[in-house]
C-alpha cells in the first residue's frame, strides 16, 4: 500500500521539518561587553573594543544572559548540565569583525528537550517536538547594500555585534507547515511569557531557519531528498509559506533528476516573500569547517544545582499549565481558556483580575473575547494601554451577574468607558443609567399586571413565559428597568395572587 | 603526519591566506613537524581522564548587566580603512 500513487500519479511522502530559532535574548548590555543592545539606535554608537574585535580586548560574561537561558532551557524541558563552555566557531564575514563567532559547540548550556505544541490537525491534543539543544552566542552585525553605499561598498553597522542570542534546535520531528507553525506560536509565547525575548521577527530579535526535506515512499522503500535550509523568512507566515513551496518544489525535483539525500548535499536556500518562491542562495554547502575550539579568552561556567533549582522555582507558571488551571479553577472551556493564555501574559492577567472582580469568569472569558479583543484589533493596541482597566470590566460584570444591569447596559456602558474612561459608576450617571428601586419596581409591576390580565391568565395557565409580552412595555415606561428583575417581580406577584 | 599540498590550500583558503607554490611548499613540511611534536601527547595515557576545558584554575568570570559607555562612532571609525559618517565601508558583500 505504501507505493499506492495519488490521484495525480505522486507517491505518498511525508514533509520533514526541523527548525533552528534564533531568539535574542533580553538583556541590556551584550553577551560579553557592556553596550547596550537597544534596537534602532544609529549607526555604530553602541560599540567598544570588545564587539569591534580589536586587538587585546577581553570577553567578560554576561551573568543575566546565563540565567535568561537556564530559564528558557528549563521551561523547554532541556537538562541543564552542570558545566558549559565556549567556543570559537571561525568564519569570514564583515559583519563579524573578529573573524570568529563565540559560541557554544560540544557542551550547549540546554541540553535535550521537549516543547508540547497544540496539534494543528487535532484540536485540544497536542503534539511533542523534541529538542536537540539550545546554545548561547553572540549576533553578528549588520550589512547594509543600499544606495547610500552605493555600488562599490557594503556599510557595516556593528552594533548589533555581541548581542545574546539563544539558538533553539529542534529535532526533525515536524511533519506539516501547520505544525511549524504551531511550534513557532508556542515557542513565541513562551519566550514572551518567561520574558526572556521579545520574539519581535520585523526587528531581528527572533529568526527561523528551516530545514526540510520529503520521505518519499516508492516500491516499499523510503526515499529522502536532499535537505534544504530555508533562510530569510520574516514572519510565521512565510516560515509556513516557503515550507509549502519546498515540499512541492523537492517533489518535483526529485521527479526531474532522481536526486536523494545520498546524491546531493545540503543547500542553502532564501525566500522571496514576493513572489512566494525559495531560490538557492549556496549550491553546495562547504562541508562547513569552522574549526571549532575552546575559546581562551572565557573560562567555563559551572552552575551549581541550587542555583538551576533557584531559577526553576523563579519561572512561575508556563503557558501550558495556565490553560489546564483556567479550565479547573474558573471552568472554562479548553478553547477559551486557549484563546486568552495565547494572548499573552498581559492578556492572563487582565483576565484573571477581571474575573476576580466580577465573580463571573465564564462572562468575563466571553466578553474578553468578544467585546475587548475586538476592540484591541480594531484600535490596533495592545492589552497593556487599554483604555479599561481589569478592575473596571470586572466592576461592570459584577453589576451584570447581580442582575443591576443587563448585558445590552453594561455595553453601552463599556463604549462609554473605551471613550471617556473614568469608573463605572460616572459612566452609568453620565448615560442616565440608574438603579431602580424596589418601591418603583413594585408600582411598575402592578401597573403592568393591571393593564394586560390575559398575561397574568396565561401565566397562571402554566406558561410562564407569557411575562416576556410586559418588558417591552416595561422598558418603554422605564427604561432602567432590569429585565431579570422585572421578570422574578413579575412572575412573584402572580404567584401571589 | 604527511600534508598533501591539496591540505595546505585547504587551511589556506579557511584562514583567507594566499599562498603562492613555492609557500605551499615551505610550510608543509613546517607544519608537519608542529604536529608531529604535539602529537608526542599522544602516548600519554588519557584512559579515564576528564577532557580538560580550560588551563585556568578559574570560573564563572561573569558581570551584572549594567550598560557602560564604550566608545563614540568617531572613535570607533577612526582607524578603519574606509568608512562614511556612520559605518565601516567594506568590498560589497552581495554582488550587484
Known sequence: MSDRRDADGRYPFKTVIGLEVHAQLRTASKLFCRCSTQFGSAPNTQVCPVCLGLPGALPVMNEHAIELAITTGLALNCDIPSVTKWDRKQYFYPDLPKGYQISQFDMPICAEGYLDIPDPADEGETRRIGLFRAHLEEDAGKSMHDEAAGRDHSRIDLNRCGTPLLEIVSKPEMFSAAEARSYLTELKLLLTHLGVSDCEMQEGSLRVDANVNLHIEKDGKRIATPIVEVKNMNSFRAVERAIQYEAERQYQEWEDTGNTIETVSKRTFGWNDATEETFVQREKEESADYRYFPDPDLVPVHLPKERIEAAREAMGELPAATRERFQTQYELKAYDADVIVNQGPAMVTYFETAATASKDPKRTSSWIQQDVMRTLKER????????????????????????????????????HLLTHGGSVEQATAALGIEAVDDSELDALCDELLAENPQVVQHVQGGKPQAVGALIGKAKQKNPNINPGQLRETLLAKIAAM | MAFSDDDIRKLAYLARLELTDQEVQTLGPQLERILGFVEQLAELDTEGVEPMTTALDVNNRWIADVVQPGLSREQALANAPLADDECFLVPPVLPS
Not at chain 1, 497593556?384 to 481589569?390: E, K, N, R
Not at chain 1, 444591569?405 to 453594561?410: C, S
Request: net charge negative; charged share 30%; hydrophobic share 40%.
Open chain 1, 380 to 415: 490596533q493596541e495592545e492589552i497593556g494601554a487599554f483604555p479599561v482597566s481589569a478592575e473596571t470590566l470586572g466592576q461592570l460584570l459584577g453589576e451584570v451577574r447581580a442582575g443591576r444591569l443587563d448585558n445590552n447596559r453594561a455595553r453601552d456602558v463599556f463604549q
